[in-house]
């Protein structure tokens, strides 16, 4: 029959995936009981609620715990950390000297740009279509959205306004259901419509914070989702952030090619890689003749890939029924092979 | 029978509405000759080889002339200054102590901005609507365009990159052919998709030197291409000039109607009027069947002029035709009812 100790040994061994440390260091375990069959029940307290990786942790746990001798059984609850749990488990390298900054733990082995340019053009669309595709191939991602003043994606998942928690450590990201770590403007707002009237230098320094102060934890991929334009945020993203490339986004307009070629020079200025062209709003099927009306006109993105010096990866069509899961928050549940395809050919690409 | 100086008195009247002084004093006058039947030639040189206003002048300078006693007959031609020529122009406040700025003729009745917030509605569309339907009920319009970093107004009208001229006294604004002034970043740069790569700073630099330095002349009315955001040149455009109101473009997606709806709080903290709520892509209607597709979802526009306390000026459909008429520059020649009704709309509205 085990003991208490025993247990809270065993759990010493199961890490934080996203803080780095054991649940035991970090105060998580709880209400520890043994029953007399040899039952073991917990409850794991979460930093965050929504925490994508607790899954994860429950299975760690029950790992451990179940492979030690009398064990018959192991159930596991959850709650989330109150106010002052979490803001201990904040502060604890104020308290022991030496433990290192939570933000230190953040390990992000790649990070994405995605941009245009020109706006309206789907960007956020893409992003969020990538993130969800990469997601879905079991890798840890997250999006920092980098259009300050006009967010999106908060909305195209469904998260709600206010759901950025700020601590002495650092921002902890929002999760969507499907655990994408996202970072964005709108989420530090109590009503998703309240403008931000800020100047360059302000949203420079929002998105510096955004990389350096977020509790990214370990992220396959970062994906950053830039405004339209090539001043502040373009600049501030380009300066900071590790990119390991930029997926340009173009409709098909020569209007909307012209200023999509603009970021494409910029780039190569800047010498950062521009990994493929994705052309949305590329035409529309007529649900009743099926015809295709090229209603923005014939396609510049082969040309833009040539100045670019890339591929077209897409030619994507415009879906109400996409646009209509968009406004409902619920990008996850998309299921257009077009659009998984497109984060197979990043993984291709990088 | 006139002699030269009776013809130069009478030209003196004749006043170049864009600088607001004579021709004589402005040198424009070159190659008077007096036939043998009392007929009158000269040339008139000009500041900008395709000056809008060339007609009224030549029409003022005929009606001058052809009343003078002994005048059968006023044969006008025209010529562009040489390069030392329009600098005398512009530097003869300096060579003659008193005589004010050309800026100081700078007369401009009205300004108004078009806003969305979003990118990619069609702000650029509207303004250029806007501009074409006011030119042709007679208004002197100028456009502004504050988006520097994704500039349109250019490419919509065909104006070439290269064509604002910059003096002394300030920047001369490219004309369109139907006499519509222009300012535009892309019209300082010798390839359209040079990229400009400036900070916030700069960018509000840019405004409000496009509004104080351009010497715009006499306009009934200055409309303002604002740039998606609500950042820099938003708040440089509401700032710096005299806004009379603002119109806002949209379109169906309630993620477009979130962020405009961001631009209408902004505007209203800032007491900046906003006159009418201009719907964008509201749907497509099919050449084949005649049926409306609603590809972007419902239409929010009626809750937006209801946040703003306007009205809904305009459903627009997306109609490829004009997209192919603004790719080639050719957005003057547009002739829809619906568009031509905006300028009236925004007419009897302010």
Redesign the interface.
């Known amino acids: 029959m085990p003991v208490n100790s025993d247990i809270m040994h065993a759990l010493r061994r199961v890490i934080d995936p996203e803080i780095g440390r054991n649940l035991v260091d970090l105060n998580m375990i709880h209400d520890l009981q043994i029953g007399a069959g040899g039952r073991v029940g917990f409850t794991i307290a979460l930093t965050v609620p929504t925490c994508p990786l607790r899954d994860q942790m429950a299975g760690d746990a029950r790992a451990a715990v179940g492979a030690l001798d009398g064990v018959t059984g192991v159930d596991i609850k959850f709650r989330p950390m109150n106010e002052a749990e979490r803001k201990a488990v904040f502060s604890l390298s104020h308290l022991r000297p030496g433990l290192p900054q939570l933000k230190q733990f953040n390990q992000v082995q790649q990070v994405i740009a995605v941009m245009s340019?020109?706006?309206?053009?789907g960007k956020?669309l893409v992003t969020a279509a990538l993130a969800v595709g990469l997601r879905r191939q079991g890798q840890r991602v997250g999006i920092l959205d980098a259009d300050?003043?006009?967010p999106?994606i908060p909305?195209?998942f469904g998260l709600a306004s206010g759901g950025l928690r700020a601590s002495e450590q650092g921002m902890l990201p929002a999760a969507t259901k499907k655990g994408i770590k996202v970072v964005s403007a709108n989420l530090l707002l109590k009503e998703?419509?309240?403008?931000?009237?800020?100047?360059?230098?302000m949203?420079?320094g929002a998105i510096k914070q955004f990389w350096t102060d977020a509790l990214w934890g370990r992220l396959d991929t970062l994906l950053v989702d830039l405004?339209?334009?090539?001043?502040?945020a373009?600049?501030a993203v380009i300066q900071n952030l590790p990119l390991k490339g930029v997926i340009l986004v173009t409709?098909p307009?020569?209007?909307?090619a012209?200023?999509v070629?603009?970021?494409v020079?910029?780039l190569r200025?800047l010498k950062v890689p521009i990994l493929g062209v994705i052309e949305n709003m590329s035409y529309?099927r007529?649900?009743?003749?099926n015809?295709q009306?090229?209603?923005?006109?014939p396609s510049h993105a082969e040309e833009i890939a040539a100045a670019a010096g890339t591929t077209v990866w897409a030619h994507l069509r415009?879906n109400?029924e996409l646009?209509?899961l968009?406004?409902a928050g619920r990008v996850e549940e998309l299921d257009l092979p077009e659009l998984q395809a497109l984060s197979e050919r990043l993984v291709a690409s990088v």
């Open positions: 340019g020109k706006g309206g053009v956020s300050v003043t006009g999106s909305r195209l998703e419509d309240t403008p931000i009237v800020w100047r360059g230098p949203i420079a405004p339209p334009g090539t001043s502040d373009a600049i409709t307009q020569e209007l909307a012209m200023v070629r603009k970021a020079y910029m200025d529309f007529c649900p009743e003749t015809h009306h090229e209603i923005f006109g415009i109400p646009a209509a968009c406004d």
